[in-house]
């Protein structure tokens, strides 16, 4: 095997960039890319490359692909990936940064493994380190993802109270995304706490945040439809959540288009229209079995169909039923397939 050339921690990074890139299009070219950093990575020669070179990069490269399997529900090898980072790290340089940027990657898998309270102490523990460090835009991102897993464990007022602590602290010309996502998150938090005044207001001033993305797109309509179901614009919600709905699914994103089924039948249930909700909860069950997911949501999906079919059991209940759904299926959403 011949050796290889003195670029090669460069052309890593752009394997990296490019698997960064493929994200949300492409998982699986995502961590092809990201394997194939790895094994350029573990080629690198001592004679040609300082070793704590190697070894920062080893270090960077095992958590980014780590980053890859996680966002491809693949938790085991992903945790494994940032064992791997460690062992690297420990061999390297000592480069505080790197480290906090291994960190950052390791607080996303804890949260999807719902291990919030290690994500939160890692994260705090984060924002000190970055703010010590001069950095505070990285402090601030730390904190509004602190304050997105906040939202995820059911938190809304922790939510909205750390997502405005990061807003403070970060460069919002330095990264549009970041930005998008802690004000929508603001104004979700909002809709959950039933501050709707304050989102109605919010909202209008953020709208053009969420540019041309047609996903960014039905994540707005989405939003609206939840602030229009809890201002009493019954018709408006019930139009904003049939367009998301319908969207996420033709962009086979299974679980926001059951999320928003969920809410669309929290509407039915809210304006008297009980007989309305038994084909959604028909079409999630179907979509779920489908997939061979889900038993637990399956079985409170077929109970409230009995509940609606029950005309002895009040709304109030099948609301209830509703609520518990929408939690098991926003859990299900982070759990590994």
Not at 111 to 134: I, N, T
Not at 150 to 167: F, H, V
């Amino acid at each position: 095997m011949p050796d290889l050339p003195h670029d090669v921690p460069y052309i890593i990074e752009c394997l990296l960039a490019e698997s960064r890139d493929s994200r949300y299009q492409e998982p699986l070219r995502m961590i092809y890319l990201a394997e194939l950093a790895q094994a350029a990575a573990c080629r690198l020669d001592s004679r040609q490359v300082h070793p704590e070179v190697i070894a920062d990069t080893r270090a960077a490269v095992w958590a980014e692909l780590g980053n890859a399997y996680r966002l491809a529900d693949l938790l085991d090898r992903a945790e494994a990936a940032f064992t791997s980072a460690v062992d690297a790290l420990d061999q390297g340089s000592g480069d505080p940064l790197l480290a906090a940027r291994i960190a950052d990657r390791f607080t996303s898998l804890l949260a999807h493994r719902r291990r919030f309270p290690e994500a939160f102490a890692l994260l705090d523990r984060l924002a000190a380190f970055y703010v010590s460090q001069g950095e505070s835009h990285l402090a601030g991102r730390a904190l509004i993802t602190r304050g997105a897993y906040s939202e995820n464990a059911g938190d809304p007022e922790t939510a909205i109270r750390y997502t405005l602590g990061g807003l403070e602290l970060i460069q919002p010309e330095r990264d549009a995304t970041l930005l998008l996502s802690a004000v929508h998150n603001l104004v979700w938090s909002a809709t959950d706490l039933g501050l709707y005044a304050l989102a109605a207001e919010f909202l209008p001033r953020i709208r053009s945040l969420y540019g041309s993305s047609r996903l960014n797109g039905l994540r707005l309509r989405w939003l609206e439809g939840r602030l229009a179901a809890g201002t009493g614009e019954d018709a408006e919600a019930e139009a904003a959540f049939r367009e998301a709905r319908a969207g996420f699914a033709e962009s086979r994103l299974i679980f926001p288009a059951s999320l928003v089924t969920i809410d669309l039948a929290l509407l039915f249930a809210q304006v008297g229209r009980r007989a309305e909700i038994i084909p959604l909860a028909e079409e999630v069950v179907t979509t779920f079995r489908a997939l061979q997911v889900g038993r637990e949501a399956i079985l409170a999906l077929l109970l409230l169909r009995r509940a609606c079919e029950d005309t002895s059991q009040t709304l109030s209940r099948v609301v209830e039923r509703l609520i518990e759904i929408r939690r098991l299926l926003a859990d299900l959403e982070r759990r590994p397939s």
